[in-house]
């Protein structure tokens, strides 16, 4: 088997603000896998590598990739324990392969158009007005799961933001889930989950940075909100410390990023791991672009989506590529009958 890589920046349409910064652009890479003796018949999964997040946010990345690729044609193992997005693409690419080269690396009921994945709607970080414009798209779209990210503006600005929603959509009508990521410090924590709490919220994800195992099993405990953990789980790649963080922390939900904690096969670990604890979770898509997005939601659909997951539509990039994958209303949707619009990329 031959495989090749290249990298890519996915552009911004508007600037994503997050607690970390503002994105406006994001690199990426993909690998693409062929037999030598049919190269028109390829597998191709993306290495979605998220600078400042991803376990394997390294300098030298592209060139533990180009090593990766020229050690598979010459049939030779690699470790990629330590490289989770690497993992996540080759892993894409392989099954993609394996179903003929189609962009079906998990071909079920979801890929022939029948079928369809609830998703919440994702309102980004801005200014006051910007989220309240941002809220009020989401809520005439549709959406009656939207997750909102905090932390990053006034604290009181963002309790306007909810009392907004609430004052027109009680909590049977629009289900509110909150992404902090890691933006409350661990002393005032728990007052504003107390705060916050007054809104009817789903869950909060990661209400302090990851890494404070004793003060987020605290939170866990004593929260009036759920608490999903997110980048605690990041990084985390041996079986019996992710079995420790879960047991020390007992979180309520996990959010599972394939492209971070490693592929589907460590996801369904972690899915598992959680399961055998009582602790319920959904599925997130981390700013891939439709490459990632797409063999994530393929994923998702095949193993079965009871709740609104966190997965993208697709819409944030100037320069995504054209996908089967369609947004109606608040479910993704497949259309087995649309092309996939690939440029031309420099293989290498």
């Not at 049939?75 to 894409?92: H, K, R």
């Not at 009680?170 to 509110?176: C, F, G, M, S, V």
Request: with cysteine.
């Amino acid at each position: 088997m031959i495989a090749k890589y290249c990298k890519y920046i996915l552009r911004f349409k508007q600037p994503a603000g997050t607690s970390r910064g503002v994105l406006t652009e994001k690199e990426t890479y993909f690998i693409k896998v062929y037999e030598p003796s049919t190269p028109e018949v390829f597998g191709i999964g993306e290495c979605a590598l998220f600078r400042g997040l991803s376990a394997d946010d390294v300098p030298d990345y592209e060139q533990r990739l180009a090593a990766l690729c020229q050690a598979i044609s010459r049939d030779e193992q690699s470790d990629l324990t330590q490289f989770p997005s690497m993992l996540f693409g080759l892993e894409t690419a392989v099954y993609d392969l394996s179903s003929g080269g189609r962009r079906t690396p998990f071909p079920s009921a979801f890929t022939d158009g029948q079928g369809e994945i609830p998703i919440n709607g994702l309102v980004w970080m801005g200014s006051r007005d910007e989220m309240l414009a941002r809220i009020d798209d989401k809520l005439k779209a549709g959406f009656t799961t939207i997750k909102i990210k905090v932390g990053a503006i006034d604290f009181e600005s963002e309790l306007d933001l909810l009392r907004h929603i609430r004052k027109v959509f009680p909590a049977e009508a629009i289900t509110i889930r909150l992404d902090a990521n890691g933006g409350f410090s661990p002393d005032v924590a728990l007052e504003r989950l107390d705060a916050l709490a007054r809104y009817d919220i789903h869950s909060i994800e990661q209400p302090i940075k990851a890494g404070q195992w004793d003060e987020m099993a605290k939170l866990c405990l004593n929260s009036p909100i759920p608490i999903a953990l997110d980048e605690e789980l990041i990084g985390i790649a041996d079986t019996a410390e992710r079995c420790r963080m879960l047991d020390t922390i007992n979180p309520q939900f996990v959010v599972l990023k394939p492209s971070l904690v490693g592929g589907f096969l460590q996801t369904q670990q972690w899915m598992m791991l959680a399961a055998q604890r009582g602790i319920g979770g959904w599925i997130t898509s981390a700013l891939e672009s439709n490459i990632g997005l797409n063999a994530i939601a393929q994923w998702t659909a095949a193993m079965g989506a009871d709740m609104p997951q966190g997965l993208g539509t697709g819409a944030l990039f100037t320069n995504n590529f054209d996908c089967p994958l369609r947004q109606i209303g608040e479910s993704l949707c497949y259309d087995p009958t649309a092309h996939w619009q690939l440029p031309e990329l420099d293989w290498r």
